[in-house]
């Protein structure tokens, strides 16, 4: 390399007797780029104020009137005689309870799929149950019935089996 020859990426030439420099150049900076235009402000909001406490409801201090009573019925037959000893309103016994003989019927019908003679005895405990309930003044009419139907099925059921084991000669 001569002397008279720049040196790489714009390095001054220098002569081969004058001391070396170990510092290293700085590149030069980059041409500064045009302005872009500016964005559109936007603009600048307060943050939104507390929300005041919901005033207290006013009420009335008056209380509204209402109408008085109706006056209470009058009944349907006032001039009906009533036989003595007897009251004009039906018995009302406790619509809760339950009639045992039709609950007692109706686990019997039940039982009587497996023993012939609880069967018998779930027609009779279910009939006497559907006389108790009759006029809703028990609760069970339902279970009598079914009880009853079950009864009648599972009795019915066993006298044609019966039948049947005593033509093959076997017994129960």
Same mark, same amino acid.
């Given at each position: +390399?001569?002397?008279?020859?720049?040196? @790489?990426y714009?390095e001054? /030439?220098?002569?081969?007797?004058?001391?070396?420099?170990t510092a290293?150049?700085?590149? /030069?900076?980059?041409?500064?780029?045009?302005? !872009?235009?500016s964005?559109?402000? $936007?603009? @600048?909001?307060?943050?939104?104020? &507390?929300? &005041?406490?919901p005033? !207290? =409801?006013q009420y009335?201090?008056q209380?509204?009137q209402? &109408?008085?009573?109706?006056p209470?019925?009058?009944q @349907?037959?006032?001039?009906?005689?009533? !036989? =003595?000893?007897?009251?004009q309103?039906?018995p @009302?016994a406790?619509?809760a309870?339950?009639?045992g +003989? !039709?609950?007692?019927?109706?686990?019997l019908s039940?039982a009587?799929?497996?023993? /012939?003679?609880a069967?018998?005895?779930?027609? $009779?405990?279910?009939s006497?149950g559907?006389?108790a309930?009759?006029?809703?003044?028990r609760r069970g009419?339902?279970?009598?019935?079914?009880?009853l139907t079950?009864g009648?099925i599972?009795?019915?059921?066993? &006298?044609i089996?019966? $039948?049947?084991?005593a033509?093959?000669?076997n017994s129960?």
């Amino acid at each position: +390399m001569s002397s008279t020859n720049p040196g @790489q990426y714009g390095e001054t /030439p220098q002569d081969p007797a004058a001391p070396q420099h170990t510092a290293p150049l700085v590149p /030069p900076a980059p041409p500064a780029r045009p302005a !872009a235009p500016s964005a559109p402000s $936007v603009p @600048q909001y307060a943050a939104p104020a &507390a929300p &005041a406490a919901p005033a !207290a =409801p006013q009420y009335a201090t008056q209380q509204p009137q209402y &109408a008085p009573p109706a006056p209470p019925l009058p009944q @349907q037959h006032p001039s009906a005689p009533v !036989a =003595p000893g007897f009251s004009q309103q039906m018995p @009302q016994a406790d619509p809760a309870r339950w009639s045992g +003989m !039709a609950v007692t019927g109706f686990i019997l019908s039940i039982a009587g799929f497996i023993l /012939p003679l609880a069967s018998l005895i779930s027609i $009779v405990f279910s009939s006497i149950g559907l006389s108790a309930t009759r006029g809703n003044i028990r609760r069970g009419r339902a279970l009598a019935v079914w009880g009853l139907t079950l009864g009648i099925i599972s009795c019915t059921l066993g &006298a044609i089996f019966g $039948v049947i084991g005593a033509m093959q000669g076997n017994s129960f």
